[in-house]
Each structure stands twice: as structure tokens, then as C-alpha cells.
């Protein structure tokens, strides 16, 4: 039998479900930061419970995502799965520090699957996006290569972020400057990557 293909979603509920969350998280960050909450004769920071309300609020567009579209990409599954962890480490330790690695250490463990394929003399990148950009076998080495180091430059970035500045500019920079530029990344890589298409080659 063929695959089940996505079905069509309304791009702008999809771009909802997948972003909405982390701007909530800013939101409500931005609402709790100065307060503090007492519950089970411990005191947390507004961080904390952020932090909190974020895992379920998350986790819930990441199952209507897959109710609507009938699958999750690999990457917002792991992601998923990060946040849980971290989330639910942050809360049981009342420690803002595992949150604030979870970032260094998605960005980091990406740019280790993407380094071991090339190791190997693969591109872990085609196997998983393959079929959504069409691109010859050069480019893709190419790009896992470049895609591997921007991950790293990331995650020393976030390590760097969160241990010597405020959690206030680490929750800024998490929410809008690490994805603007990885997706501005990412764009730069499709025009300087045009000669490797393949889409309408005969």
C-alpha cells in the first residue's frame, strides 16, 4: 500500500501550533518573571512556573499537529521529548539551569547526528529531508556540512547566552534571535545551494 501522505492543514494554523507555544512561553515569562509562587513550602520563580505552563501547552499543539496533519517530523518530536525531560528536571530541582541547557544540548546532539554521517561518508540530512527538497548528493554533503557547524556555533552560543548574561535576554534570545537567524540560515543555504537542484532536470 502507498504511504499516507499529510493531509493539507491551513498553513497559518500550522505555523500557529508550531510557533505559538514558544511565544507563549516569552509571554507568560514576561508576566511572572518578577514574582515568585510558594507551593509545597518551596518557592519558585516566575521562570520556573513558565517554564511549567510551557510543557503541557507545547505537547498539547504537538498532538493537535498530529491530529490535523496525521504525522510529526522527527525534529518536533525530539524536540518534544527535550523539553519534557528539561521541563520536568527544571521543576523536580527548582533549577532554571536545565531549561536553559536544554537548547545547547538540541542544537548540540543535531550537529552530532549531522557530524557522524559525515564520518561516514553520508548526509543524515537527505535521509530525513529528502524528499522535501530536491537536491543532487552534492549538495547535501554540502549542506549537512554547513548545516553541522551552524548547529554548534548555536549551542556554544546558548551555553555562552545563558551561563554570563540575564534570564531575561537568554528567554528573549531563545524565543526570536536563535530561530531568525538558523531560518535566515537556512534560506541563505537554498540560493547559494541552486546549482545542486535537481527539480526540473531532465
Not at 4 to 11: D, E, G, I, L, R
Not at 36 to 53: D, H
Not at 76 to 80: S, V, Y
Not at 90 to 96: I, K, R, S
Given at each position: 500500500?502507498?504511504?499516507?501522505?499529510?493531509?493539507?492543514?491551513?498553513?497559518?494554523?500550522?505555523?500557529?501550533?508550531?510557533?505559538?507555544?514558544?511565544?507563549?512561553?516569552?509571554?507568560i515569562?514576561?508576566?511572572?518573571?518578577?514574582?515568585?509562587?510558594?507551593?509545597?513550602?518551596?518557592?519558585?520563580?516566575?521562570?520556573?512556573?513558565?517554564?511549567?505552563?510551557?510543557?503541557?501547552?507545547?505537547?498539547l499543539?504537538?498532538?493537535?499537529?498530529?491530529?490535523?496533519?496525521?504525522?510529526?517530523?522527527?525534529l518536533?518530536?525530539?524536540?518534544?521529548a527535550?523539553?519534557?525531560?528539561?521541563?520536568?528536571?527544571?521543576?523536580?530541582?527548582?533549577?532554571?539551569?536545565?531549561?536553559?541547557?536544554?537548547?545547547?544540548?538540541?542544537?548540540?546532539?543535531?550537529?552530532?547526528?549531522?557530524?557522524?554521517?559525515?564520518?561516514?561518508?553520508?548526509?543524515?540530512?537527505?535521509?530525513?529531508?529528502?524528499?522535501?527538497?530536491?537536491?543532487?548528493?552534492?549538495?547535501?554533503?554540502?549542506?549537512?556540512?554547513?548545516?553541522?557547524?551552524?548547529?554548534?556555533?548555536?549551542?556554544?552560543a546558548?551555553?555562552?547566552?545563558?551561563?554570563?548574561?540575564?534570564?531575561?535576554?537568554?528567554?528573549?534570545?531563545?524565543?526570536?534571535?536563535?530561530?531568525?537567524?538558523?531560518?535566515?540560515?537556512?534560506?541563505?543555504?537554498?540560493?547559494?545551494?541552486?546549482?545542486?537542484?535537481?527539480?526540473?532536470?531532465?
Open positions: 500500500m502507498p504511504a499516507t501522505s499529510p493531509a493539507k492543514v491551513n498553513p497559518v494554523l500550522k505555523q500557529a501550533l508550531e510557533l505559538g507555544p514558544t511565544i507563549a512561553f516569552f509571554l515569562y514576561l508576566r511572572l518573571k518578577d514574582r515568585s509562587f510558594a507551593w509545597g513550602g518551596t518557592e519558585y520563580s516566575g521562570f520556573i512556573v513558565a517554564t511549567v505552563l510551557f510543557v503541557p501547552i507545547l505537547l499543539c504537538m498532538a493537535l499537529l498530529w491530529w490535523l496533519t496525521g504525522r510529526l517530523s522527527r518536533q518530536a525530539f524536540t518534544a527535550m523539553v519534557l525531560v528539561f521541563g520536568g528536571l527544571t521543576a523536580w530541582f527548582n533549577d532554571e539551569a536545565f531549561f536553559k541547557m536544554k537548547t545547547t544540548i538540541v542544537y548540540g546532539t543535531l550537529a552530532a547526528l549531522l557530524g557522524a554521517g559525515l564520518l561516514w561518508g553520508r548526509s543524515t540530512l537527505e535521509w530525513a529531508m529528502g524528499e522535501l527538497i530536491p537536491m543532487r548528493a552534492e549538495g547535501w554533503m554540502i549542506l549537512t556540512r554547513r548545516l553541522a557547524l551552524a548547529f554548534l556555533v548555536l549551542a556554544v546558548n551555553e555562552v547566552l545563558w551561563r554570563t548574561q540575564s534570564t531575561e535576554l537568554w528567554v528573549t534570545v531563545e524565543t526570536f534571535g536563535f530561530p531568525v537567524a538558523l531560518v535566515a540560515f537556512l534560506w541563505w543555504q537554498i540560493v547559494a545551494l541552486q546549482p545542486y537542484m535537481t527539480e526540473g532536470e531532465g
